[in-house]
């Protein structure tokens, strides 16, 4: 293994918890008592997605584009001000940085919320880029972002690591050749046998990832 691809929500950030609250804290704005179990199907689409799923499903008097603004602007001052890494997130990318292997994250949430983030959590020198779908096509239900981040690394997708904390999303960097680790998120606990399954290594936390069995596997 050459290179790291990170997701980041759920992932490095300890982020999957507001956006449960936020989906539901936008229904009830729009005085829509929020359905059961909503924020486990809109977790798995694109900015996109889900925002033309709560036009459509809701019958909203407003287009999937102003649905997306009124998303972005209620996390904005989690991801600007409150929100931390995962325990052990730092580290590990501090880890991998002095032992000189390529990282980049890989992210479907709004840029906007990832630099301010980046930025405030100061790990942007640890990471090479980070990719975000250009469109609704480019989710991680195709592993074209996970194969542009390989590319862009300069490794082949054999040698490049993928860590997640999303099943489907796990699921597709697998079927596409990549090594994958599956993280553990409260969140996704439901999945956590199925990503077990599936990965070639998985953690309950990063902190079990900053030792010499993990990054022996770039030797």
């Not at 798995?44 to 407003?62: Q, W």
């Not at 209620?74 to 590990?92: I, N, S, T, V």
């Not at 990282?103 to 942007?124: D, F, M, N, W």
């Not at 046998?193 to 998985?202: F, V, Y």
Request: charged content about 25%; proline content about 5%.
């Amino acid at each position: 293994m050459r290179s790291v691809i990170f997701d980041f929500d759920g992932t490095l950030l300890d982020s999957m918890q507001i956006w449960t609250e936020i989906d539901r804290a936008f229904l009830l704005e729009n005085g829509i008592e929020p359905p059961e179990g909503i924020s486990d199907i809109v977790k798995k689409m694109s900015i996109e997605e889900s925002s033309a799923y709560f036009v459509e499903r809701f019958s909203l008097p407003m287009t999937p584009e102003a649905v997306s603004r009124r998303i972005e602007e209620m996390a904005d001052a989690a991801y600007r001000y409150d929100l931390q890494l995962k325990e052990g997130a730092g580290e590990l990318l501090e880890g991998l940085w002095q032992r000189g292997i390529p990282c980049c994250i890989v992210s479907v949430t709004y840029p906007s919320l990832l630099e301010a983030a980046i930025q405030r959590l100061k790990i942007g020198s640890y990471v090479s880029f980070y990719l975000t779908p250009a469109s609704a096509a480019e989710g991680k239900h195709t592993p074209a972002l996970y194969q542009a981040a390989a590319k862009r690394l300069g490794t082949d997708i054999a040698d490049t690591v993928v860590v997640e904390d999303a099943l489907y999303a796990a699921r597709t960097a697998k079927n596409a050749g990549f090594y994958t680790v599956g993280v553990l998120d409260p969140v996704g606990k439901p999945d956590w046998d199925a990503m077990r399954a599936l990965c070639d290594r998985t953690t309950e936390s990063l902190c079990t990832l900053c030792d010499a069995s993990f990054y022996s596997i770039f030797h």
